[in-house]
T-cell receptor, first 109, second 112 residues
Framework: AQRVTQPEKLLSVFKGAPVELKCNYSYSGSPELFWYVQYSRQRLQLLLRHISRESIKGFTADLNKGETSFHLKKPFAQEEDSAMYYCALRGTGANNLFFGTGTRLTVIP | SQTIHQWPATLVQPVGSPLSLECTVEGTSNPNLYWYRQAAGRGLQLLFYSVGIGQISSEVPQNLSASRPQDRQFILSSKKLLLSDSGFYLC???????????FGPGTRLTVT
């Protein structure tokens, strides 16, 4: 069975501090992992996907198959990073995504 | 460019009343379509998805149903609403190749 776990419902960091939002998954095959973000009064939108291996808004995420993790990291948090973050998984050949329960990040000025 | 619309934006309905939420996509053809419910503490829960007209997959057994009468139209329905149906409902679409999902603005449903 597929499962995505985000252990932290709430995370607060100070501006300029490093931030890491945790995501662990359970899947027997080779999954595709994503991070979605929802800023205040905006639509849920894709932030990044592991196959792109790119940095978006200073965020990076590395797929660690050994630890079955896909943690989202940023070295220096900004106030505009405050948002709800969802980790999601797509199984091989699947049409749909499984989302975690989300982490609300608050960056304190 | 592609856009996704949902309506209504907010809805207050009494227990036992019917429900119909509509989602339409513009600027693309043959999309995958999805209905989610976003609840506090429970995250984003996939309710239904569709890969084509008349093709509906249900992820969670419940009081709701979905239909896709046209290629770019996806409808979420209920014959009799329950209090537990209250929540924020999101529609999304994706292209088959990339599977990146694009979300609508959502509908806030309150069942009283």
């Amino acid at each position: 069975a597929q499962r995505v776990t985000q252990p932290e419902k709430l995370l607060s960091v100070f501006k300029g501090a490093p931030v890491e939002l945790k995501c662990n998954y359970s899947y027997s095959g080779s999954p595709e992992l994503f991070w979605y973000v929802q800023y205040s009064r905006q639509r849920l939108q894709l932030l990044l996907r592991h196959i792109s291996r790119e940095s978006i808004k200073g965020f990076t995420a590395d797929l660690n198959k050994g630890e079955t993790s896909f943690h989202l990291k940023k070295p220096f948090a900004q106030e505009e990073d405050s948002a709800m973050y969802y980790c999601a998984l797509r199984g091989t050949g699947a049409n749909n995504l499984f989302f975690g329960t989300g982490t609300r990040l608050t960056v304190i000025p | 460019s592609q856009t996704i619309h949902q309506w209504p934006a907010t809805l207050v309905q009494p227990v036992g009343s019917p429900l119909s939420l509509e989602c339409t996509v513009e600027g693309t053809s043959n999309p995958n379509l999805y209905w989610y419910r976003q609840a506090a503490g429970r995250g984003l829960q996939l309710l239904f998805y569709s890969v084509g007209i008349g093709q509906i997959s249900s992820e969670v057994p419940q009081n709701l149903s979905a239909s896709r009468p046209q290629d770019r139209q996806f409808i979420l329905s209920s014959k009799k609403l329950l209090l537990s149906d209250s929540g924020f409902y999101l529609c999304a679409w994706s292209q088959r190749l990339t599977y990146e999902q694009y979300f609508g603005p959502g509908t806030r449903l309150t069942v009283t």
